[in-house]
């Protein structure tokens, strides 16, 4: 059974560019949730969509928004980037609200 | 808001030895969930607890959900090299009037085992 996968992998932009991330959940998953990991905060809630609508969000700036497909699909966009935006953004999927979330590997988002 | 306060930040252990990290919190969580991230990969679940008090094994792996609902454990014995990574205790929160759920995430444990 594949898990989550999150594309890209690795990418690199400058400031003042924005950026779109993807994310496919574990077949059959419903609930589709991303953090935000970097050294220093550690592991930080953005957004968890279910069934395409944002049913909670972290306390992040308006820069960052996401959306669902139908396929439950998600993808998050961060806008005018700026250097403390470098982290890595994992994705993260789950079969109902209350299971357990399994992540992907993540997408390394570095800022020059 | 919510904060996990997780300890030891780092431990080097020899082989074979037995290893304890927990987790607590001034705030209640309905689940507690272990994970273990290796370097350039995403964290794996290790061990969901789901009740105040549940004792719960995965292999050489146990946590424990304390009574409290504000803390939790987890024990590795015999630990052997491939144990070796950053481990973080989450705890789950429901907003039931959303029906949705995030995760509150410790600052990891990283361990180290010398061969």
């Known amino acids: 059974k594949a898990g989550v996968t999150q594309t890209p992998r690795y990418l690199i932009k400058t400031r003042g560019q924005q950026v779109t991330l993807s994310c496919s959940p574990i077949?059959?998953?419903?609930?589709v949730s991303w953090y935000q990991q970097t050294p220093g905060q550690g592991l930080q809630f953005l957004f968890e969509?279910?069934?395409?609508?944002?049913?909670n969000k972290g306390n992040f700036p308006g820069r960052f928004s996401g959306r669902q497909f139908s396929n439950s699909r998600s993808e998050m966009n961060v806008s005018t980037l700026e250097l403390g935006d470098s982290a890595l953004y994992l994705c993260?999927?789950?079969?109902?609200?209350?299971?357990?979330?399994?992540f992907g590997d993540g997408t390394r988002l570095s800022i020059l | 808001g919510q904060q996990l306060n997780q300890s030891p930040q780092s431990m080097f252990i020899q082989e074979g030895e037995d290893v304890s990290m927990n987790c607590t919190s001034s705030?209640?969580?309905?689940?507690w969930l272990w994970y273990k991230q290796d370097p350039g990969e995403g964290p794996v679940l290790l061990i969901a607890?789901?009740?105040?008090?549940e004792l719960t094994s995965n292999g050489r792996l146990t946590a424990q959900f304390g009574i409290t609902r504000k803390d939790s454990f987890l024990n590795i014995s015999a630990s052997i090299p491939s144990d070796v990574g950053i481990y973080f205790c989450?705890?789950?929160?429901?907003?039931?009037?959303?029906?949705?759920?995030?995760?509150?995430f410790g600052k990891g444990t990283k361990l180290s085992v010398i061969p």
């Open positions: 993260a999927s789950s079969l109902e609200t209350a299971s357990p979330l399994h």
């Open positions: 077949s059959g998953h419903r609930s």
């Open positions: 969509y279910f069934s395409e609508t944002q049913r």
């Open positions: 705030s209640i969580f309905n689940t």
């Open positions: 607890l789901y009740k105040a008090g």
């Open positions: 989450a705890g789950q929160t429901s907003y039931s009037g959303a029906g949705s759920y995030q995760l509150t």
